[in-house]
């Protein structure tokens, strides 16, 4: 969340799953959240990740990331 001051993910965490990940970072409406903070440390784990903004006490972020997450849910399957 954007309060936190450390990442709780190791390096390239994301980079262990066979699937799209999104990053999302919640508490953004906070008056101690640090939007670009949070990202750079989202970042060191989800190094090509979509990362969203989020607040659900004001919504701000919620149809961007409900979108993300219905776009991966109807992407054609992929074959190995």
């Known amino acids: ?18 699937v799209p990940v999104i990053g999302a970072i919640t508490k953004i409406d906070h008056p101690d959240a640090d939007a670009g903070n949070a990202i750079r440390l989202l970042r060191q784990s989800l190094p090509e990740a979509d990362i969203v903004l989020t607040s659900s006490a004001t919504g701000e972020g919620i149809a961007a990331l409900r979108d993300k997450l ?11």
């Open 1 to 18: 969340d954007a309060v936190r001051r450390r990442n709780y993910f190791p390096p390239g965490f994301a980079l262990g799953f066979p």
């Open 70 to 80: 219905q776009s991966l849910i109807h992407q054609p399957k992929k074959h190995k």
